[in-house]
């Protein structure tokens, strides 16, 4: 069975960092396109970055470019998280794919994880 699980969220101040961790089981994340994506309460979810595993594509949303890093080791990836903010409040959930073809972002992913409660106070 295709298992991700995320680990590493937390209450931290603002401007705090978190890295986020993601790892697959019983599956290897060779050519998969993997992404992070987030939701707060009312809000709709938003994919923030993604990462394709064959030709090393990424993407980061506007609304984290340069302050998350996105990288993978073997079969984990990672979302380091800097300088946050009380507006990166959510509940953060990796997503994975096995694409015909990369493309990162990519429109629809096929195996989630559980999500992890990131919150950031003021």
């Known amino acids: 069975q295709v298992r991700l699980a995320e680990s590493g969220g937390g209450l931290v101040q603002r401007g705090g960092s978190l890295r986020l961790s993601c790892a697959a089981s019983?599956?290897?994340?060779?050519?998969?396109?993997v992404a992070w994506f987030r939701q707060a309460p009312g809000k709709d979810r938003e994919e923030v970055s993604c990462?394709?595993?064959?030709?090393?594509k990424l993407y980061y949303a506007d609304s984290v470019l340069g302050r998350f890093t996105i990288s993978r080791e073997k079969n984990t990836v990672y979302l380091q998280m800097n300088n946050l903010e009380p507006e990166d409040t959510a509940v953060y959930y990796c997503?994975?794919?096995?694409?015909?073809?990369?493309?990162?972002?990519?429109?629809?992913?096929?195996?989630w994880g559980q999500g992890t409660q990131v919150t950031v106070s003021s």
């Open positions: 997503a994975a794919v096995l694409p015909a073809w990369p493309k990162c972002p990519f429109p629809g992913y096929d195996y």
């Open positions: 019983e599956f290897t994340l060779n050519y998969y396109v």
């Open positions: 990462l394709s595993f064959s030709d090393g």
